[in-house]
């Protein structure tokens, strides 16, 4: 994929690109890590002795060293679905761009490496149900030429 928008647009959004190729290598470790870990559920106490049950994801050898052994919790999940969804809205205006399509209030961030978590105020940080409303308005916006 790098190689054919390399041959395509050459230098052009090369910021945009390489810190997108860098991050969903991450993303794509990280997700590898969410399907093969597997759920348990941690028994224990609280400080008053009450019992508490919380279901955490963890690696499939976690019985190995389980205390040191790393924990993902719902919290994560959610992050990472965000997280997810903030790199799917990029990689779709960042298509509808390369169609030729007047971006212009979206050009300036294909022009500048990926903020993430990104700023407020950017397109992508709106929930989804709404940036879809929002790129149409965008896509058609007829001061964007």
């Not at 991450?26 to 990280?30: C, G, K, P, Q």
């Given at each position: 994929m790098e190689r054919l928008l390399q041959k395509n647009l050459g230098a052009q959004y090369n910021l945009f690109r390489n810190s997108l190729f860098k991050q969903l290598g991450?993303?794509?470790?990280?997700r590898n890590?969410?399907?093969h870990w597997n759920v348990i559920n941690e028994v224990?106490?609280?400080a008053d002795g009450n019992t508490t049950s919380v279901l955490i994801m963890v690696p499939p050898a976690n019985w190995i060293d389980a205390?040191?052994?790393p924990k993902r919790?719902?919290?994560d999940l959610v992050?990472?679905?965000r997280k997810c969804e903030f790199y799917k809205c990029l990689i779709d205006m960042f298509g509808v761009a390369l169609t030729g399509h007047a971006l212009c209030k979206w050009k300036p961030?294909?022009?500048?490496?990926?903020?993430?978590?990104p700023p407020d105020g950017h397109p992508c940080k709106l929930p989804s149900e709404l940036w879809r409303s929002v790129?149409?308005?965008?896509?058609r916006d007829p001061d964007c030429q």
């Open positions: 991450s993303i794509d470790r990280e890590e969410v399907v224990g106490t609280d205390i040191n052994t919790f719902r919290e992050a990472f679905s961030l294909f022009e500048q490496p990926i903020i993430y978590p790129n149409q308005f965008l896509i």
